[in-house]
């Protein structure tokens, strides 16, 4: 069986916010505006949250994509009085909009504030709504909504895939934000397949996941950026030259 | 004391449910308009989107919980505690059982109303019956508050059938009230059968209300307990509830008493010792109280988790500071010494512990709801929630529709149980003149004995 | 409250093992499968578009794919087939399609009725527009006052630039004014000087182990910026086993220090004296390339000039005055951390020193960015993996020159309204700063007419309101842009450009590997509104001039001129598009989006630099002979020695020094005493120069690292703001030699207890209902300092006070 999962390389992440702004635009997230935003209404599927440390000189900011975890043990599924927010059976933690009653249990329930509740309805000017994108529903207000890991690219490439006969590929998937992100920080697939990237990368040393003790089983993992050694390698040229060389030939 | 004969004891009973004085309809202009007001803001608000509250992200919820838990606790007024005297036949409760039940059942009118403020879906209330979801904790609720709301009106109309009865035959046939009460009496004549029968069901309801009426307060504090916030997911949030439902459910009940007292002129139904008794009894949650908030907040301060502490600053010497400090003041260590010392306890005393308790408890409401929320476990920015107009009018026009409710009801009701206090007189005179009349020179412990003895 | 990382990070691990066993029961809480609502999804779409083009948000020009649904652009995405973003967009280009569909895109062309600036106007047709431009150009021309049309271009598209320098020439005007120089100049002038090259470089960043960044915004502007991105990747991810290490030297810890291994704070202006620490400590301990050094380097080691002259060498220089201990104070970083720096740098080879901006943000610039050029060749960073790369070009089809009759010639043979070039500006190409002084004295003469293509001076340059008194003199001013900026809307008529997703262009991107990139931009939608590109507006006024500028345009459109470019690249038959008919080609090209080849290889037998000695200069023979030249042309070379120019020309080092890289201070606008604080100012990923100020998407994440949306604000150190009684989010004033601005204080340990940072984009006084009135310009702090010699503005070298507003 399928699980989606999230692998996100905080040693790769440039903290540019492209996955941010690619969310929104793909699932039709409305921005807030100067008010709103600053009485924290805006909503992000996706957010770029900063961790600052310490004084200066010796200060530290740690960047983190934050986007809904998919927990396998969500609390926020538990408390749903209505049904409105599920787990599939891919793993999914999906919302019903039409039938949320808005009345955020699950906001409070989340431990990650990963959920988002729409204060108003969204708005956009005429030339805006445009482009919106067809296959996503703009919520209205009074319900909750939050990242669905790009649902609708899911049934997309299953759709290609039942089309073509076969089963859906790693990588075939790609959630808007993995898509677009420069730093090649995020990668998405199957955590049940042995050999998709994510559960590989899930698997390796760096990998943890926010909040473990909380045992909400989160299905985004992360990878934690390293630190720098001081290091010696006596074949250091060798290995760059020949990684060029190789590049080259590729091309 | 001045003591007054049956008869005319009666009709100061009867009074207010056969003429209305001036200061009736100026209160309910009053607490009307209020709570017009409070519905104009309701219509602003459906108009708006919940964008019309201090609401947001991550402060999700604010008064409208607040008012729902607190309003939920006041009910614990009356039919929990009426019940719990009467099962232990505590004769003195006789005349305040009926403003105590009441109390329950506006108090469960005006409480939950305030999930539908705070959906962003009001309309889509209907999908709570048609998907509901038992795992829910906000379905336990919705269960155990209406399992709840029709056991307090039961237990509130049942002992009301020979006092409306008592009513019909006092009312001019012909009248609107007369065929109110009529219908309302079903028939009771007195007979001994009835009587009989009465006694057994409201029996029966007393002892069934009281799990209800626990069971509510648990699963309204579980709402916030099931979720893994800090200091939220607390395993004694259920009794901590309980006790603090009570603690300003007896409150109320005693500002109710004051009110009624002094508006109604029961100073012969509703005596000093009254008061000093369910003063004692205030005493006693005013003590439990502050062991239960200091359990809890003892073990967060000390279990050290840094989610559970940021919360435990953020009211210990944060932003919430002057609320919870407030909130001890005026919940324990001023109610404390009123209660604590017999000079104090006297009616003005008692009330005024009263009225500072249940604005602690309010207090208590709010800081247990909001604080949690503004300390997301994330490092995002902290939450501020400032109430707006519209949730500062509704939650008053709550407060005016509560009291409104119970002017209305004083006025078709009578408002102490007549039949029960004629009954305990005939059939325990000599006990419950004792425990009436005599100021209780045994002191404190025994006092307390006999409270739970009856 | 503060949060330990460890919280996030220091769970490593733990992941694997952490699954905890009693998920049955809990399944029966959570895992009610529900009974789905039909309605839960929308249908998906069939029958969309994809249309390739190239993002024009910032000068990357990353390529994209746009998905088109009914004839409506609903979601940009990266081109997979680029190797520069290799399918990647940054936050901007996500945010594309709210410049597209901006509300307060201006529409057609509109000719101002009021007073300027006054947002009185009228529209008028494009004929209509076209005729009166031309009309007034025909009507200078005939006066003999074609010289005095000035055209200013800022990072718009290549190629239409291309156009409008050919309009001007055959028009007969020197003054085609760019506004590259404004961050810019220092490099591409110093990389001249040191290496022949005088361009951008590439930086061969994945293969580096060793990256220090002298005020490069790597992670947020810089130069290719999806692409550095994806690096940043590479070189910590990309290579098992080796993680490079990244060192940012920055007054202000920026999102690109956050994700350095090493912030080293450095006091503004003085990056040069640090480089020639480190490249004391590199010498003095012998950790340099001695091979590369001696074979590929000139003015190292002391020498004598063929007159037999003994010249400074660079190793003497650097020994004689700059050991760490001496630069400690200068730029505030300790000994101890410079000499660390210098040997970790020397010994994890390949390394290389790149700078931006920020290195080179005052007058000193020049000099410093030849300084931190030298650390690159004492590790011998050239031409190899690593290293640092020339850029390449597509193989564009060769325009005709121009047609020039007796008018033009003479125009273009008047000198520069901006003096770049002249005995003042030797060395500059393009001084769009000067301009205002020019204007208003009227010297060397009065621009007749002004027009601004991608260019907004009266926002982006320093001191930006000189720039609108100096537009009052001019009588007719002309602006392309689509958007209501301030100088749009001093201007006499605007004809509004198409929008990127509108347009055809075509567009050379920078790549870090050097690879040669054509990037398409076709149209993705029609123009949503009576708008026309620029490229074809200037063709067709070319046409409708008529005459020798009309002749210089043999083309019948701009996409024919277009397609006369590319069809070079097919001949060529190189790189990813070799097809046999040009219709294959170009219906390749079209559906691609972009052709790429690969980038040259390393010169076999070691580095070739362009410069005079085919060496990596650190003793600078162009700048020299530069100089030298520059004196003979104005026939002022008997008279007045090299000496007395370099002191006119504000250079202080004397003698051989003045050739080598060597530490100048930068001039200070403002006394220490009145003005304490020295202001930074700085670019965001949310930004792109004066744009993205109305896109709603930028705003609402504007500020990161500070948690700042939809306001601009000032960076204080917490102890600075503490003296000065200052508290978080306070409106301050923060105020220099010219003027005042409100901005919301916000306490930052980020920031340098003697330096205040502000973020550049916001403070717009004219532009979209968004951008309008939000936030402070530091460029009305900024007084209008450049370097003569390197033709660059000082942007980091303003004093200023904060106070309480
Ligand atoms: N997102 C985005 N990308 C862009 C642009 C944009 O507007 N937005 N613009 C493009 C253009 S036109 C340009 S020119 C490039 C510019 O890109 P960069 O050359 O990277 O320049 P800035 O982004 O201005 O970064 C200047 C940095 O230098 C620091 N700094 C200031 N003074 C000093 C100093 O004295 N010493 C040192 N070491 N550091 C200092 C500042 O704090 C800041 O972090 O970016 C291009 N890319
Ligand atoms: N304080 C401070 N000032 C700075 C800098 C800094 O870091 N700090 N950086 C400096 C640098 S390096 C630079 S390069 C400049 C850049 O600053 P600007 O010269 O302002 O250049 P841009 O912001 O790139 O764009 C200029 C104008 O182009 C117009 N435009 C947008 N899209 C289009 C289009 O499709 N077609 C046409 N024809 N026009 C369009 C917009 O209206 C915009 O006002 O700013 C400089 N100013
Ligand atoms: S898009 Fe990628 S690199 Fe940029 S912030 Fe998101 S995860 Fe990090
Ligand atoms: S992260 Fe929050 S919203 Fe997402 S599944 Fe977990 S609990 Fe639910
Ligand atoms: S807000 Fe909606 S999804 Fe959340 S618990 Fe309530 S009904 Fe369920
Ligand atoms: S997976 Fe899709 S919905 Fe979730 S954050 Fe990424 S783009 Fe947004
Ligand atoms: S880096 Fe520049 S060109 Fe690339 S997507 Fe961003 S704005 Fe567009
Ligand atoms: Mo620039």
Redesign the interface.
């Given at each position: 069986m399928t699980r989606w999962g999230m692998v996100i390389d905080l040693d790769k992440c440039a903290a540019c916010q492209a996955c941010v702004v690619a969310c929104r635009a793909e699932n039709n997230v409305a921005f807030a505006g100067e008010e709103e935003a600053a009485k924290g209404r805006a909503i992000f599927w996706m957010q770029l949250l900063p961790v600052a440390e310490g004084e200066y000189p010796r200060m530290k900011i740690s960047f983190i994509p934050v986007p809904c975890m998919h927990c396998d043990n969500p609390p926020c599924v538990k408390v749903c009085p209505v049904n409105a927010t599920y787990k599939n059976e891919e793993g999914l933690v999906g919302q019903i909009y039409t039938r949320c009653i808005g009345c955020r249990l699950c906001t409070v329930a989340c431990p990650y504030t990963v959920r988002f509740f729409n204060w108003y309805d969204p708005q956009w000017p005429t030339e805006m709504a445009s482009s919106l994108n067809p296959e996503v529903y703009v919520r209205p207000r009074g319900i909750v909504e939050k990242c669905s890991f790009c649902v609708q690219r899911i049934r997309r490439a299953k759709e290609t895939a039942k089309a073509e006969g076969r089963e859906i590929r790693d990588g075939e998937v790609q959630t808007a934000c993995a898509q677009t992100c420069p730093g090649h920080a995020i990668y998405f697939g199957d955590l049940d397949d042995p050999n998709s990237t994510v559960s590989r990368l899930a698997h390796s040393g760096r990998a943890f996941r926010l909040m473990e003790d909380l045992g909400t089983e989160p299905k985004v993992y992360y990878l934690a950026s390293g630190e720098w050694d001081v290091f010696k390698h006596p074949d250091e040229e060798a290995i760059s030259r020949r990684r060029l060389s190789e590049r080259r030939k590729q091309l | 004391m001045r003591r007054l004969p049956q008869e005319e004891a009666d009709s100061v009973l009867f009074r207010p449910l056969m003429r209305s004085s001036w200061r009736f309809y100026v209160a309910v202009l009053i607490l009307g308009s209020m709570v017009a007001w409070a519905g104009f803001a309701w219509l602003y608000q459906l108009t708006q989107g919940l964008g019309a509250t201090g609401l947001n992200r991550p402060v999700y919820w604010g008064i409208y919980i607040t008012n729902f838990i607190f309003f939920i606790g006041i009910s614990h007024a009356g039919t929990l505690i009426s019940a719990i005297l009467r099962v232990a036949h505590a004769g003195w409760r006789r005349p305040i059982t009926r403003s105590a039940e009441a109390i329950t059942v506006f108090a469960l009118m005006v409480g939950p109303i305030n999930i539908i403020f705070d959906l962003g879906r009001p309309d889509r209330l209907l999908n709570v019956f048609i998907f509901g979801r038992y795992q829910s904790p906000l379905l336990w609720d919705v269960l155990a508050i209406t399992t709840y709301f029709t056991g307090s009106i039961l237990y509130l109309y049942l002992p009301l059938i020979p006092d409306i009865a008592m009513a019909r035959d006092r009312v001019r046939p012909g009248h609107w009230k007369h065929l109110l009460f009529t219908l309302l009496a079903l028939g009771w004549r007195g007979t001994e059968l009835q009587k009989k029968r009465l006694h057994r069901a409201i029996g029966i309801m007393s002892v069934i209300i009281i799990p209800i009426a626990v069971s509510v307060h648990t699963v309204v504090s579980w709402v916030l307990a099931m979720t893994v916030q800090p200091m939220w997911h607390s395993a004694i949030f259920g009794p901590y509830f309980v006790v603090g439902a009570i603690f300003s459910g007896i409150a109320t009940l005693l500002i109710a008493m004051a009110v009624l007292r002094k508006m109604l002129h029961l100073e012969d139904y509703l005596k000093p010792d009254h008061f000093n008794k369910l003063g004692l009894l205030l005493l006693v949650m005013t003590l439990l109280w502050l062991y239960f908030t200091f359990s809890e907040y003892l073990t967060t301060f000390y279990g050290n988790a840094p989610d559970e502490l940021s919360v435990f600053y953020s009211k210990w010497h944060g932003e919430f500071a002057w609320l919870f400090w407030t909130m001890v003041v005026v919940t324990f260590i001023i109610p404390f010494f009123i209660l604590a010392i017999p000079r104090t306890r006297t009616i003005t005393g008692v009330v005024i512990a009263s009225i500072l308790i249940n604005i602690g408890m309010w207090i208590e409401r709010y800081t247990i709801v909001v604080p949690t929320l503004t300390r997301p476990r994330l490092p995002y920015d902290i939450g501020v929630y400032l109430p707006t107009w519209v949730e500062l009018s509704i939650t008053l026009g709550e407060f005016a529709g509560l009291a409104l409710l119970y002017v209305l009801f004083t006025r078709l009701f009578p408002i102490v149980s007549l039949w029960e206090i004629k009954e305990g007189e005939e059939e325990e005179r000599e006990k419950a003149q004792r425990v009436l009349a005599e100021p209780k020179p045994e002191g404190k412990l025994a006092a307390l004995r006999r409270i739970v003895s009856g | 409250?503060?949060?330990?990382?460890r919280?996030?990070?220091?769970?490593?691990?733990?992941?694997?093992g952490?699954?905890?066993g009693a998920?049955f029961p809990?399944a029966?809480?959570?895992?009610?499968?529900?009974?789905?609502?039909a309605?839960?999804?929308?249908?998906?779409?069939k029958g969309e578009r994809q249309v390739s083009s190239t993002c024009a948000l910032c000068d990357a020009r990353c390529s994209i794919v746009a998905r088109v649904?009914d004839g409506?652009?609903?979601?940009?995405?990266?081109n997979i087939l680029a190797p520069h973003?290799?399918?990647?967009?940054?936050?901007k280009?996500?945010?594309g399609?709210?410049v597209?569909?901006?509300?307060d895109r201006l529409r057609w062309p509109m000719r101002r009725v009021g007073p300027r600036g006054s947002g009185k106007w009228e529209r008028v047709s494009w004929p209509q527009a076209l005729t009166q431009v031309s009309e007034q150009l025909g009507e200078l021309r005939a006066r003999g006052l074609a010289h005095t049309v000035v055209f200013q271009v800022g990072n718009g598209s290549h190629f239409v630039e291309g156009l409008i320098g050919r309009f001007m020439t055959a028009y007969g005007s020197p003054n085609l004014v760019h506004q590259h120089h404004l961050g810019a100049a220092a490099t591409t002038l110093a990389n001249y000087f040191s290496q022949g090259v005088r361009d951008f470089v590439s930086y061969?960043l994945?293969?580096d182990?060793y990256v220090l960044s002298f005020g490069a915004s790597f992670?947020?502007a810089w130069r290719h910026?999806?692409e550095?991105?994806?690096l940043?990747?590479e070189m910590?991810?990309g290579?098992p086993?080796?993680?490079?290490?990244?060192v940012q030297i920055d007054p202000r810890?920026s999102?690109s220090a956050?994700?350095a291994?090493?912030?080293i704070?450095i006091h503004p202006g003085s990056d040069g004296a640090l480089a020639l620490a480190l490249a004391h400590v590199i010498i003095a301990e012998e950790l340099y390339d001695q091979d590369f050094v001696r074979a590929h380097t000139f003015g190292f080691e002391d020498w004598r000039d063929k007159g037999g002259l003994a010249h400074l060498g660079f190793k003497t220089l650097v020994l004689r005055d700059y050991a760490p201990a001496r630069v400690e104070r200068l730029t505030g970083i300790p000994a101890a951390t410079i000499t660390k720096l210098a040997r970790?740098f020397a010994?994890?080879?390949?390394a290389v020193a790149i700078s931006g901006r920020g290195g080179e943000s005052q007058t000193n610039g020049l000099y410093n960015r030849l300084a931190i050029h030298c650390l690159n060749a004492l590790v011998g960073s050239f031409d190899?993996?690593?290293g640092i790369l020339t850029e390449s070009m597509p193989p564009f089809t060769p325009w005709q020159p121009p047609v020039l009759d007796a008018t033009a010639r003479a125009g273009g043979e008047q000198p520069r309204l901006d003096g770049a070039g002249s005995l003042q500006l030797p060395f500059a190409t393009d001084t769009s700063q000067a301009l205002p002084e020019a204007i208003l004295r009227g010297e060397p003469y009065s621009p007749q007419a002004m027009f601004f293509y991608y260019s907004n001076p009266l926002f982006s340059r320093p001191q930006a309101q000189l720039h609108r008194e100096a537009l009052e003199k001019i009588p007719l001013t002309v602006s392309f842009s689509p958007f209501m900026d301030e100088t749009t809307a001093q201007s006499d008529l605007v004809l509004p450009d198409a929008l990127y997703l509108e347009r055809w262009d075509v567009e050379t991107p920078p790549c870090s590997?050097g690879c040669a990139i054509l990037g398409l931009r076709q149209p993705v939608v029609a123009p949503?509104y009576d708008v026309a590109s620029t490229g074809e507006v200037m063709v067709r006024l070319a046409h409708e001039m008529g005459g020798t500028i009309g002749e210089s345009f043999p083309w019948g459109s701009y996409l024919e001129a277009l397609q006369e470019s590319c069809a070079g690249v097919f001949l060529a038959k190189r790189g990813t598009l070799q097809f046999p008919t040009w219709e294959e080609f170009w219906r390749e090209l079209k559906a691609q989006g972009i052709w790429w080849d690969?980038?040259p290889?390393p010169p076999a037998g070691g580095p070739k630099f362009a410069t005079p000695s085919g060496k990596f200069e650190f003793y600078s023979q162009a700048l020299e002979m530069g100089l030298r030249e520059a004196l003979a042309r104005s026939g002022a070379a008997g008279s007045q020695g090299v000496e007395r120019y370099l002191e006119s020309l504000g250079v202080q080092a004397r003698g051989d020094e003045a050739f080598l890289p060597h530490y100048e201070p930068g001039l200070r606008a403002g006394e220490e005493r009145e003005y304490p604080l020295t202001l930074v100012t700085f670019k965001t990923?949310?930004g792109s120069g004066s744009r993205m100020a109305n896109v709603?998407?930028?705003?609402?994440?504007y500020g990161?690292?500070v948690?700042k949306?939809?306001?601009s604000w000032v960076e204080i150190?917490?102890?600075t703001a503490r003296r000065l009684g200052v508290r978080d989010g306070e409106q301050v004033w923060v105020e220099s030699l010219v003027g005042r601005i409100k901005a919301v204080a916000k306490l930052y340990?980020?920031?340098?207890?003697e330096v205040v940072n502000m973020p550049y984009g916001f403070g717009h006084r004219e532009g979209g209902r968004w951008s309008r009135g939000r936030g402070a310009n530091p460029n009305e702090l900024l007084p209008n300092i450049y370097s003569p010699l390197g033709g660059n503005s000082s942007w980091s070298g303003t004093r200023v006070k904060v106070y309480r507003a």
């Open positions: - | - | 409250m503060r949060v330990s990382r919280r996030f990070l220091g769970l490593a691990g733990a992941a694997a952490a699954a905890v998920t809990q029966l809480l959570g895992d009610m499968p529900p009974a789905q609502a309605e839960e999804f929308l249908p998906l779409v649904v409506r652009v609903v979601k940009l995405e990266g973003n290799l399918g990647r967009l940054c936050p280009g996500q945010a399609l709210q597209l569909y901006d509300p061969d994945a293969h182990n992670m947020e910026t999806v550095t991105q994806r940043l990747g910590r991810r290579r086993g080796l993680r490079a290490k990244i810890y999102v956050s994700k291994d090493e912030w704070p970790e010994t994890n080879p390949p190899q993996p690593g590997d949503l690969a980038p290889l990923m949310t709603p998407f930028m705003l609402e994440i990161p690292h948690r949306k939809w306001q150190n917490p102890e340990e980020g920031a340098m207890p």
